[in-house]
């Protein structure tokens, strides 16, 4: 258990869905992520959320679209995807303080199946 | 950012130590190492960060030489459950995070 808790685990939708998926995090950390990583890729920096802004949009298509209304949920709403975007998300969590060690804690992800 | 390069994969025997080194030429001054570990179809679980010499938590030791261009992950005396896939990062310590996982060292610990 790392304080931050992803739902649903499992998603399998067609590419004419609309789903979202959600992660919170119990840690009172205001930074807020979201990772993709496919099969035998490295793990790519999707979005960030410091205390409620987006300051990372890493070039992601705008069939992704995340949304944090606060600084513990962040959302990211899947809409006309293709079956590439199959993947396991990941949401992770840090404290932005100038002294800690920046630890991303992340959730379990959402593996992601795109038919 | 700096990139880093580690092995993509390692064999060790359990109950052996296992040391994967990772490069790191463009480090920046200001610039920590991290290292975490993933199991599969989990995320990421950070282990040590350092900035310089040796730093050792209940779980690894991390070994950075003066010029900091390269760095040690040590796993004393694996078992069957270290076997995970390593990263190394850097990046600055604090704020929020862009730091880059490259591929990992995948590490499988063979009874």
């Known amino acids: 258990e790392t304080g931050v808790t992803q739902t649903p685990r499992h998603l399998v939708m067609g590419m004419t869905n609309k789903k979202s998926l959600k992660c919170e995090q119990h840690?009172?950390?205001?930074?807020m992520y979201w990772y993709k990583q496919s099969a035998k890729k490295p793990l790519e920096l999707m979005f960030v959320y410091n205390f409620k802004e987006q300051t990372e949009n890493n070039s992601v298509p705008s069939r992704f679209s995340p949304e944090c209304p606060n600084s513990s949920h962040l959302f990211l709403h899947l809409h006309t995807l293709q079956p590439e975007d199959s993947a396991l998300y990941l949401c992770?969590?840090?404290?932005?303080?100038?002294?800690?060690?920046?630890?991303?804690?992340f959730g379990e992800g959402s593996r992601l199946t795109v038919l | 950012l700096a990139k880093t390069t580690q092995p993509i994969s390692m064999d060790s025997y359990e109950g052996q130590e296992v040391n994967i080194t990772c490069s790191h030429n463009?480090?920046?001054?200001?610039?920590?190492i991290t290292w975490y570990q993933q199991f599969p179809s989990q995320g990421p679980r950070f282990i040590i960060q350092?900035?310089?010499t040796k730093v050792t938590n209940e779980v690894a030791s991390l070994f950075i030489p003066a010029d900091r261009k390269s760095s040690t992950l040590s796993l004393p005396r694996v078992s069957l459950s270290d076997t995970a896939v390593y990263y190394c990062?850097?990046?600055?310590?604090?704020?929020?995070?862009?730091?880059?996982f490259g591929i990992g060292t995948k590490l499988q610990v063979i009874p």
């Open positions: 992770a969590s840090s404290h932005v303080l100038a002294e800690n060690t920046g630890e991303l804690f």
């Open positions: 990062l850097v990046g600055n310590s604090g704020g929020y995070q862009k730091v880059t």
């Open positions: 463009n480090i920046a001054t200001n610039d920590y």
């Open positions: 840690l009172g950390h205001n930074a």
């Open positions: 350092g900035y310089k």
